[in-house]
């Protein structure tokens, strides 16, 4: 299974690696509130991982009532899980996006298809995210 605990918490991990030295705001969504009814979907190590993301002063928790659109419009770019509806949505509005895969085991769908483009190693993550930062 792809959405794992592993793969989970890589993707936040390579991403914030490759920001490591960069000042910028790191948003991030949250899908759901935590509640009784879905925390026993939702892994411990997990929530204690992105429960300890609010130390860096640039991370930002964004609560999930807010509309996605809403973030993804003032975005610069847009990193979201394979193939999850963010990045699309950032793409129709022409702001960059990918696909990020921690795991390096997924292929591109045919690009005619989403029009996103999956990266699956942290050195073209480092690359895409500096090319598209300098941009703006």
């Not at 993301?53 to 509309?67: A, G, M, P, Y």
Request: aromatic share 12%; net charge neutral.
């Amino acid at each position: 299974e792809y959405y794992n605990l592993y793969n989970s918490i890589n993707f936040f991990k390579h991403i914030l690696e490759c920001v490591e030295n960069c000042d910028l705001d790191i948003l991030i969504k949250k899908k759901r509130k935590l509640s009784k009814g879905n925390e026993k979907f939702i892994h411990k190590d997990f929530i204690d991982f992105t429960d300890k993301l609010i130390f860096d002063k640039r991370i930002k928790i964004v609560d999930e009532d807010i509309s996605a659109l809403s973030i993804i419009e003032k975005s610069d770019i847009v990193i979201s899980p394979p193939y999850s509806t963010p990045s699309l949505i950032a793409n129709h509005f022409k702001v960059p996006s990918i696909f990020y895969d921690s795991s390096n085991q997924l292929i591109q769908i045919e690009p005619c298809i989403l029009k996103v483009k999956l990266i699956n190693s942290k050195k073209d993550l480092f690359n895409w995210m500096i090319e598209n930062l300098q941009k703006n």
